[in-house]
């Protein structure tokens, strides 16, 4: 329970850095922080005490092993924030050029 | 029905052909997407067809059985949304040849664009959780790239915020799928609403609804989770505006919320009447609020974001009444705002690309030069506000019946009443840019961006006349396929194995 | 973008070849060892990554390769779309896996799953590389 508990603690730091931090890279790096907790909660869900990674190695061996749904499940995942990280930080990057600061307080052409 | 997979297999591939296209003929790419949308349109009115004889129709993805394998789940709800993605996105793709004609990187376009319609269409077909959060992120990751896509300064900015609002929401639907899957070891929607039934409504259950509750809300741009949505749209180019605003928040936010919340975890009005009054909360508090600052807004594109999140109010205000009524007027009210908002953004997309300005302050005269424009705008408007007989009246009209059906009179007058900030805030463009006189620099809008804005007011003034089809056909059926409640799970391994 | 120093070069010039081939084995094996079509990719980007980072290269000859990446991206994912399609056109469902299965544990086995992982490692190589050519493109905007 408390591994699964250490998880939700991580995701909150990770929304704690979005919500407070001014730095934009810095908040890319509190959506790092989630998507690592939500990655090792689907790990750990999946998980069972004593048993085997789920690779055949050989065919009539019997089989136990861990659930390895979620770890497909973790792979995409991996892969969505791939995408969205890397798009965070061509838009971080090119706020930057535009602005010449990373600072939240200073980006505000958009109001209303 | 070997037509499912084609809803997302086709704008898929079409996004990655894109780019090989642009490489041997630039000009063949914007007559390929129109093609390919319009192949989407057939389709869709076909599946519509379709559903009218099977309820449900299971699509076994590589043959395997729906709890262990990935399903598409076609019934009515879905038919009626892919439908409706596919006349925005046709009536955008038709927009976007003049409109886009001045960026640079065209081709980026239209992938992106192929690629947030797959989404759009996965979303609404897929009867996996999972497959629904990846479709929902492929939607979501085309959406951001899109809002910046003119790499100004305001754009970049708008995508940042939208980003951040839209990846919290995202992040938390995966958690809660974490949750769910901790708790009942499957991710098919029908097998977890089995499940979930046999768990019954404890503190943890009540944990993932409100997490989900929360995700979907940013999704949707509920008050007090919109803040990104007047940005965003806005910054868009003018037919992503128009689908954005028009679908995009609507598969992404509601037609989920609506899945999820009655069919996965059989909610309904009689058991649980604190969720849905949390709905209509969420609703009435979405429409008084963004209602309210539409008013003062001084931007075309923005004030109709603002009008966005006030109109989405009212689909979230007929599902919380959540008798059929209630639930089929949202649905049409979906339908009614996918065409009215489309609409009135690809109206702002034409005054910008004659202007080259959003400022209502600075726009004039624009009423009789433009006059295809002004009068789209007119007839979308009208549509929005509730007047006979645009489509738009008949779904406020069963909102409001829905709500005196159910003793909510309040609730009946209140939607009625705040028609008039509808009217407030579009007579302010009205009389802004279309009635005052003014000398304007403008000329006609092109002759693709007037077809698509004809196709769309014929469409509305279509459905407005012929409402009773249009609830026998679609929202009926639609509606009836949401207030099932988990029997959609009993349909759906009914109709597995058959695969036609 | 600029070169590192000769160390760096000489050693790169070694192992260069060696990452690529492992990220082309990883690639092929995925549906035998852990690994697969994404991990594989990563690696081959890995290796095109740091052979412009040990080498340097010029603004201009940087807009080629991502114009050629992009372009085998488009291909990885048509690949991996046809695959599905295929499916859907010789045996009646999309995405079945209609290849014959072979015997488990050998390399040619598991059916489509193979040639789904050499689209996949396409299409991430690829996709990774262009994402690294244009965060690295945005260097030269800012500094002008």
């Given at each position: 329970?408390?591994?699964?508990?250490?998880?939700?603690?991580?995701?909150?730091?990770?929304?704690?850095?979005?919500?407070?931090?001014?730095?934009?890279?810095?908040?890319?790096?509190?959506?790092?922080?989630?998507?690592?907790?939500?990655?090792?909660?689907?790990?750990?869900?999946?998980?069972?005490?004593?048993?085997?990674?789920?690779?055949?190695?050989?065919?009539?061996?019997?089989?136990?092993?861990?659930?390895?749904?979620?770890?497909?499940?973790?792979?995409?995942?991996?892969?969505?924030?791939?995408?969205?990280?890397?798009?965070?930080?061509?838009?971080?990057?090119?706020?930057?050029?535009?602005?010449?600061?990373?600072?939240?307080?200073?980006?505000?052409?958009?109001?209303? | 029905?070997?037509?499912?997979?084609?809803?997302?297999?086709?704008?898929?591939?079409?996004?990655?052909?894109?780019?090989?296209?642009?490489?041997?003929?630039?000009?063949?790419?914007?007559?390929?997407?129109?093609?390919?949308?319009?192949?989407?349109?057939?389709?869709?009115?076909?599946?519509?067809?379709?559903?009218?004889?099977?309820?449900?129709?299971?699509?076994?993805?590589?043959?395997?059985?729906?709890?262990?394998?990935?399903?598409?789940?076609?019934?009515?709800?879905?038919?009626?949304?892919?439908?409706?993605?596919?006349?925005?996105?046709?009536?955008?793709?038709?927009?976007?040849?003049?409109?886009?004609?001045?960026?640079?990187?065209?081709?980026?376009?239209?992938?992106?664009?192929?690629?947030?319609?797959?989404?759009?269409?996965?979303?609404?077909?897929?009867?996996?959780?999972?497959?629904?959060?990846?479709?929902?992120?492929?939607?979501?990751?085309?959406?951001?790239?899109?809002?910046?896509?003119?790499?100004?300064?305001?754009?970049?900015?708008?995508?940042?915020?939208?980003?951040?609002?839209?990846?919290?929401?995202?992040?938390?639907?995966?958690?809660?799928?974490?949750?769910?899957?901790?708790?009942?070891?499957?991710?098919?929607?029908?097998?977890?609403?089995?499940?979930?039934?046999?768990?019954?409504?404890?503190?943890?259950?009540?944990?993932?609804?409100?997490?989900?509750?929360?995700?979907?809300?940013?999704?949707?741009?509920?008050?007090?989770?919109?803040?990104?949505?007047?940005?965003?749209?806005?910054?868009?180019?003018?037919?992503?505006?128009?689908?954005?605003?028009?679908?995009?928040?609507?598969?992404?936010?509601i037609?989920?919320t609506a899945?999820?919340v009655f069919?996965?975890?059989g909610l309904s009005r009689a058991n649980d009447p604190v969720f849905f009054n949390v709905l209509i909360g969420l609703g009435v508090l979405s429409i008084?609020?963004?209602?309210?600052?539409?008013?003062?807004?001084?931007?075309?594109?923005?004030?109709?974001?603002?009008?966005?999140?006030?109109?989405?109010g009212y689909i979230m205000l007929g599902f919380g009444i959540g008798n059929y009524y209630g639930v089929a007027g949202a649905i049409f009210y979906i339908?009614?705002?996918?065409?009215?908002?489309?609409?009135?953004?690809?109206?702002?997309?034409?005054?910008?690309?004659?202007?080259?300005?959003?400022?209502?302050?600075?726009?004039?005269?624009?009423?009789?030069?433009?006059?295809?424009?002004?009068?789209?705008?007119?007839?979308?408007?009208?549509?929005?506000?509730g007047?006979?007989?645009?489509?738009?009246?008949f779904a406020k009209y069963l909102i409001v019946l829905g709500a005196l059906k159910s003793g909510f009179w309040w609730l009946a007058i209140l939607a009625i009443a705040l028609s008039?900030?509808?009217?407030?805030?579009?007579?302010?463009?009205?009389?802004?840019?279309?009635?005052?006189?003014?000398?304007?620099?403008?000329?006609?809008?092109?002759?693709?961006?007037?077809?698509?804005?004809?196709?769309?007011?014929?469409?509305?003034?279509?459905?407005?006349?012929?409402?009773?089809?249009?609830i026998?056909?679609?929202v009926g059926?639609a509606a009836n396929?949401l207030l099932r409640g988990?029997?959609?799970?009993?349909?759906?391994?009914?109709?597995?194995?058959?695969?036609? | 973008?600029?070169?590192?120093?000769?160390?760096?070069?000489?050693?790169?010039?070694?192992?260069?070849?060696?990452?690529?081939?492992?990220?082309?084995?990883?690639?092929?094996?995925?549906?035998?060892?852990?690994?697969?079509?994404?991990?594989?990719?990563?690696?081959?980007?890995?290796?095109?990554?740091?052979?412009?980072?040990?080498?340097?290269?010029?603004?201009?000859?940087?807009?080629?390769?991502?114009?050629?990446?992009?372009?085998?991206?488009?291909?990885?994912?048509?690949?991996?779309?046809?695959?599905?399609?295929?499916?859907?056109?010789?045996?009646?469902?999309?995405?079945?896996?209609?290849?014959?299965?072979?015997?488990?544990?050998?390399?040619?086995?598991?059916?489509?799953?193979?040639?789904?992982?050499?689209?996949?490692?396409?299409?991430?190589?690829?996709?990774?590389?262009?994402?690294?050519?244009?965060?690295?493109?945005?260097?030269?905007?800012?500094?002008?």
């Amino acid at each position: 329970m408390i591994i699964f508990l250490s998880c939700i603690i991580l995701f909150l730091i990770g929304l704690y850095a979005i919500v407070t931090k001014r730095n934009l890279i810095k908040i890319v790096i509190g959506f790092a922080l989630i998507e690592y907790a939500v990655n090792l909660l689907f790990a750990l869900v999946g998980f069972r005490f004593g048993m085997l990674a789920p690779i055949i190695t050989r065919v009539d061996a019997p089989h136990r092993f861990v659930d390895p749904i979620p770890q497909a499940l973790v792979l995409t995942a991996i892969v969505i924030a791939l995408g969205t990280t890397a798009l965070m930080l061509t838009v971080a990057l090119r706020i930057y050029d535009r602005y010449k600061t990373f600072d939240i307080g200073e980006i505000r052409k958009l109001k209303g | 029905m070997t037509f499912i997979p084609l809803f997302f297999a086709i704008p898929l591939a079409a996004a990655f052909i894109i780019p090989i296209l642009g490489k041997i003929a630039k000009s063949l790419i914007w007559i390929f997407v129109t093609l390919v949308s319009f192949s989407l349109f057939v389709l869709a009115l076909y599946g519509t067809a379709v559903t009218q004889q099977y309820p449900m129709i299971v699509y076994e993805m590589g043959n395997w059985p729906p709890p262990l394998g990935i399903v598409m789940a076609f019934d009515s709800l879905s038919a009626f949304m892919v439908l409706v993605i596919s006349v925005v996105v046709f009536a955008g793709s038709i927009f976007s040849l003049r409109y886009m004609s001045h960026y640079t990187g065209q081709w980026k376009f239209y992938t992106l664009y192929m690629l947030i319609t797959a989404g759009m269409m996965g979303v609404s077909i897929t009867g996996d959780l999972f497959n629904m959060f990846v479709f929902l992120e492929i939607a979501a990751i085309s959406s951001y790239a899109l809002v910046a896509f003119g790499v100004d300064a305001e754009e970049l900015e708008a995508s940042f915020k939208y980003m951040v609002m839209g990846e919290v929401g995202g992040l938390t639907f995966l958690l809660s799928i974490a949750l769910l899957y901790a708790k009942t070891s499957t991710l098919n929607l029908a097998d977890m609403a089995n499940t979930l039934q046999m768990v019954g409504h404890t503190p943890f259950f009540w944990l993932v609804v409100g997490m989900l509750l929360f995700a979907f809300s940013i999704k949707a741009a509920f008050v007090p989770f919109h803040s990104w949505l007047p940005d965003a749209h806005p910054a868009a180019p003018a037919p992503i505006s128009s689908l954005l605003s028009g679908i995009f928040i609507k598969v992404l936010g509601i037609y989920t919320t609506a899945r999820l919340v009655f069919n996965v975890f059989g909610l309904s009005r009689a058991n649980d009447p604190v969720f849905f009054n949390v709905l209509i909360g969420l609703g009435v508090l979405s429409i008084v609020f963004a209602g309210v600052t539409a008013l003062s807004q001084r931007d075309y594109k923005r004030l109709l974001g603002y009008s966005s999140v006030s109109q989405v109010g009212y689909i979230m205000l007929g599902f919380g009444i959540g008798n059929y009524y209630g639930v089929a007027g949202a649905i049409f009210y979906i339908l009614a705002h996918a065409l009215g908002k489309g609409l009135l953004f690809l109206t702002s997309g034409s005054v910008v690309n004659a202007t080259g300005t959003r400022d209502l302050t600075k726009l004039a005269g624009l009423g009789e030069k433009m006059s295809t424009t002004a009068w789209s705008f007119r007839f979308g408007g009208m549509s929005l506000i509730g007047l006979p007989p645009l489509v738009g009246f008949f779904a406020k009209y069963l909102i409001v019946l829905g709500a005196l059906k159910s003793g909510f009179w309040w609730l009946a007058i209140l939607a009625i009443a705040l028609s008039v900030l509808t009217l407030a805030y579009l007579l302010k463009i009205e009389n802004n840019v279309f009635m005052k006189k003014g000398r304007a620099q403008a000329s006609k809008a092109p002759f693709t961006m007037r077809i698509a804005m004809v196709f769309l007011v014929v469409l509305i003034i279509l459905f407005g006349i012929g409402f009773q089809q249009v609830i026998d056909f679609l929202v009926g059926p639609a509606a009836n396929a949401l207030l099932r409640g988990i029997e959609y799970a009993n349909l759906v391994f009914g109709s597995a194995g058959t695969n036609f | 973008m600029k070169g590192m120093s000769l160390i760096v070069r000489s050693i790169t010039t070694v192992i260069i070849g060696f990452i690529f081939i492992y990220g082309i084995y990883i690639i092929l094996h995925g549906h035998l060892t852990p690994g697969g079509g994404f991990a594989g990719g990563v690696i081959v980007a890995g290796a095109l990554i740091l052979r412009i980072l040990a080498f340097g290269s010029e603004p201009a000859d940087e807009k080629k390769s991502e114009n050629r990446a992009s372009m085998f991206e488009s291909i990885g994912a048509l690949l991996f779309i046809g695959i599905a399609v295929a499916g859907l056109v010789f045996a009646g469902t999309f995405f079945l896996n209609f290849v014959p299965k072979g015997t488990p544990l050998n390399l040619l086995s598991a059916g489509i799953i193979p040639y789904c992982n050499i689209a996949i490692g396409i299409k991430v190589g690829a996709g990774l590389f262009s994402i690294f050519l244009s965060l690295a493109a945005i260097k030269y905007v800012i500094k002008d």
